[in-house]
């Protein structure tokens, strides 16, 4: 059974003596991420090796190859909304080159 403290909400006192709740402690950064800005860094060369976008039409991939065309940098290319990762799985495929 509960005792009439139980049902009294705490005073004032009560309240400092209560432990502060804990920080949460920082979330680390991705270590993919930190990976693949070591792997692309922004001053990298970037060459496009097809004339055409090899994308389905209206994706977002599509949208997104879009963005290598005109830059020479991945800097530039990220600055146009590629992701690291599309710039990995473009390479793999040979639609782009960098070095």
Request: glycine share 6%; hydrophobic share 35%.
């Amino acid at each position: 059974m509960q005792s009439v403290a139980d049902l009294v909400p705490p005073t004032e006192e009560a309240a400092e003596e209560a432990p502060a709740p804990k920080a949460k402690a920082k979330k680390k950064p991705s270590l993919r991420r930190s990976k693949f800005s070591d792997l692309y860094p922004d001053d990298m060369a970037l060459k496009v090796l097809v004339e055409e976008n090899p994308k389905k039409v209206g994706s977002k991939a599509h949208a997104m190859f879009e963005g290598y065309f005109g830059c020479t940098t991945v800097g530039e290319a990220r600055a146009k909304g590629v992701s690291y990762q599309s710039i990995a799985y473009d390479v793999a495929r040979r639609f782009i080159q960098l070095g």
